[in-house]
């Protein structure tokens, strides 16, 4: 069982930068893939950024590539967002997600979830 508490979240300028954190409590965090995902109003929770247990691959939607890195710590049981030259677009709730295995891509995948954080982006 693993559950997760992200917090970071707020409104920021367009451009400017926040960084969400997500922590984990179960005592296999480090064998679990964590996610990042982000539900706008009225629209699907869409995948954004995945890193593995083992080596710590990463994975990123297109629409955040570049400007977002996703990291984990294992010793603290925490995955960490970092969002820069962040977008009107962006602005949406940010979900921490885990799945035991490898990768996953879509909201199906994951098994645990946090209760999000708000990030708002303002023009």
């Known amino acids: 069982q693993v559950q997760l508490v992200e917090s970071g979240g707020g409104l920021v300028q367009a451009g400017g930068s926040l960084r969400l954190s997500c922590a984990a409590s179960?005592?296999?965090?480090?064998?679990?893939?964590m996610g990042w995902f982000r539900q706008a109003p009225r629209k699907d929770r869409d995948f954004v950024a995945a890193i593995n247990w083992s080596p710590g691959n990463t994975y990123y939607a297109d629409s955040v590539r570049g400007r977002f890195t996703v990291s984990r710590d294992n010793a603290k049981n925490a995955v960490y967002l970092q969002m820069n030259s962040l977008k009107p677009e962006d602005t949406a709730v940010y979900y921490c997600a885990a799945r035991a295995g490898g990768v996953g891509f879509t909201r199906s995948h994951y098994n645990y979830w946090g209760q999000g954080t708000q990030v708002t982006v303002a023009s």
């Open positions: 179960g005592r296999t965090f480090s064998s679990y893939t």
